[in-house]
């Protein structure tokens, strides 16, 4: 900036304070002063608002499977591990969502975890999006999508570099219209569209048949995205 300029600036903004002043002892109506312009870039900071999904004490807004024996809430954490015959179990929200963001917090605590997040249903319109080992690869898949009969058309090769195997990790899930988004521990992992994909149905955490494990979640929260 040359000196001009900024005498020019500086005078403005004597001028400015004057104004002000000069306003709230007579009453009289501000005036409007317009200074040089200059380009300023601002990063977005819209952002869904998320709302909790669980409260750390009860299953208030989700379904409980019949005869649960999988599924309890200890210290706020919701804690699933397989039942003796090694059944699933899907734990569901009572609501469903079309455009939405799905983040909670999971942690690896034994066995071979095979997990993950359901996103509007459990048939081949709906992907799941894995946390822990994938059954047909027998290695870890967290953040990527797995269809039924389509297997995982896509992989978060990038979720490795974060995933955190001894210690709690954050996964948000987008759906938006058929297209999936997935970020591990705030990194961007995966993007996948899915063809004729189911457009609304119910949020679902998993604990897969016939694994021995134990995984527990917390922190969950929704985000409606309009």
Aim: glycine letters at 8%.
């Amino acid at each position: 900036m040359n000196s001009i300029n900024f005498l020019k600036i500086y005078l403005l903004s004597l001028l400015l304070v004057f104004n002000l002043s000069f306003a709230k002892q007579t009453g009289a109506p501000d005036v409007e002063i317009t200074l040089p312009e200059k380009t300023v870039k601002f990063e977005s900071t819209n952002k869904p608002p998320y709302k909790k999904y669980f409260n750390g004490r009860n299953f208030s807004k989700w379904v409980l499977p019949e005869g649960n024996i999988w599924w309890k809430i200890e210290d706020k954490i919701i804690k699933a591990k397989s039942g003796l015959n090694k059944k699933g179990s899907i734990l569901w929200t009572e609501k469903d969502f079309e455009n939405y963001k799905v983040r909670l917090k999971f942690k690896f605590i034994g066995g071979t975890i095979d997990s993950g997040i359901f996103m509007r249903g459990d048939n081949q319109l709906n992907p799941q999006i894995q946390i822990g080992i994938s059954g047909s690869l027998k290695r870890d898949m967290t953040g990527s999508p797995y269809v039924p009969k389509k297997g995982y058309p896509k992989e978060a090769t990038a979720a490795a570099s974060v995933l955190k195997m001894n210690g709690w990790n954050t996964i948000e899930a987008q759906a938006i219209d058929n297209n999936y988004k997935v970020w591990i521990n705030g990194k961007y992992v995966m993007d996948y569209d899915l063809e004729n994909a189911n457009l609304n149905g119910p949020v679902g955490i998993q604990l897969h048949p016939n694994r021995e494990m134990e995984i527990w979640f917390k922190d969950i929260s929704i985000a409606k995205i309009k």
